[in-house]
């Protein structure tokens, strides 16, 4: 049996260092609370992010799903370095990015880029399309003349299935999803490997989801891009994800293959997100099992001792209060945090 510390070590597990582009380990990001208001002293910590180990690989897409607040979208601008992380490490092609220096930063961003959730307030409205686009190539210096800006611009924004002419246009002249594949062609204009894509589609309307989700499928294999895929709709994580990686209040509680989750989920919190999936069909609706889970998810500010998910859990046992389970391979390639998975252990 393997755990999630032991196989960093190696690679994790089955795949071999050369294979993997970004590498989290034990990634801790904590808020201070403060009080007073003129000598101001931190009084507590929000815990958003505590004790978070994954790898991707390079051309995969790994999908990170949960409920809201749980931490997903802090990871994801941590590996960015857009917050400092309190603790561990960001492993980025062999390169460690949170003991880097600004300048260093500012050389690997051009191969890290994001994809926000909203697209009404992710761009400049007082900026064209064009200029949106275009402006990492200057900030970079990846183009030598207005010529070869106005091309490179053109193209970007044929890639993202939009016209030319439109960049001369403001953000507000255009649709929902008009706007996030301008956010997609600004992500794509420093010719980045790794994306962060948080929550690109949450805001938009069903049938716009399934032509981003399809555009973004097409240019990671045209541009061999590498993604961690933020969302909360687990059927369009099954979509474009190869693995898919479970958390839960700070904390990755299950990490599979996209249908190994789906048709064997281990962790009890898994098994309650697929339960609340719709299905399509009514008759195999109205038989499927229903997990309701009991009360609210606990504060980050205090939570609960042992497993995180313990006071939710309807398999809990005495000790998942008082032990925090490591995430561990308790399958191939199946990594689980309940000391009830079948495989587990015991302690």
């Given at each position: ?5 032991e ?16 590498e ?5 990001m904590?808020?201070?609370?403060t ?8 009084v ?6 505590d ?15 949960g ?23 960001v ?11 600004t300048?260093q930063?500012?050389?690997?961003r ?5 994809i ?9 409205p007082?900026?064209t ?16 003349n ?24 403001f ?5 929902g ?7 997609v062609?600004?992500?794509l ?11 690109p589609v949450?805001?938009l ?19 061999d891009?590498?993604?961690l895929?933020?969302?909360h ?10 693995r ?13 293959d ?25 008759v195999?609706?109205a ?8 009360g609210?998810?606990?504060?980050p ?10 006071p ?17 391979e308790?399958?191939p ?15």
């Amino acid at each position: 049996m393997t755990t999630m510390t032991e196989a960093d070590q190696r690679g994790n597990g089955a795949s071999p260092e050369n294979d993997i582009l970004v590498e989290v380990k034990n990634l801790q990001m904590y808020f201070p609370v403060t009080a007073g208001i003129i000598f101001q002293r931190a009084v507590a910590q929000i815990k958003a992010v505590d004790d978070v180990s994954f790898f991707v690989k390079k051309g995969e897409t790994l999908g990170l799903v949960g409920e809201s607040g749980c931490g997903k979208t802090t990871t994801g601008r941590c590996i960015l370095q857009l917050y400092k992380p309190t603790g561990g490490q960001v492993v980025f092609d062999g390169q460690e990015l949170t003991s880097m220096s600004t300048r260093q930063m500012r050389v690997m961003r051009r191969r890290m880029q994001v994809i926000f959730q909203d697209p009404y307030s992710s761009l400049n409205p007082r900026m064209t399309a064009g200029n949106i686009i275009g402006e990492p190539l200057i900030v970079h210096g990846l183009v030598n003349n207005k010529e070869e800006y106005r091309e490179r611009v053109a193209e970007l924004l044929q890639n993202v299935g939009l016209n030319p002419y439109m960049a001369d246009r403001f953000p507000h002249e255009f649709s929902g999803g008009q706007r996030q594949r301008i956010g997609v062609a600004r992500a794509l204009s420093v010719d980045p490997s790794f994306i962060v894509c948080d929550e690109p589609v949450s805001a938009l309307d069903v049938s716009i989801q399934a032509q981003i989700v399809n555009l973004l499928e097409d240019l990671q294999e045209q541009f061999d891009l590498t993604y961690l895929f933020i969302a909360h709709d687990l059927s369009v994580v099954r979509h474009i994800s190869n693995r898919v990686a479970v958390m839960y209040l700070g904390h990755i509680v299950e990490i599979a293959d996209r249908n190994e989750i789906y048709a064997n989920p281990l962790h009890p919190y898994t098994r309650a997100l697929l339960s609340a999936v719709p299905i399509p069909d009514p008759v195999i609706d109205a038989q499927r099992e229903r997990i309701l889970l009991s009360g609210e998810v606990p504060s980050p500010l205090n939570p609960p001792s042992g497993c995180v998910f313990h006071p939710r859990c309807p398999i809990a046992i005495d000790s998942c209060q008082q032990v925090i389970p490591e995430l561990r391979e308790v399958e191939p390639d199946h990594w689980a945090a309940c000391i009830q998975s079948p495989g587990y252990g015991s302690y």
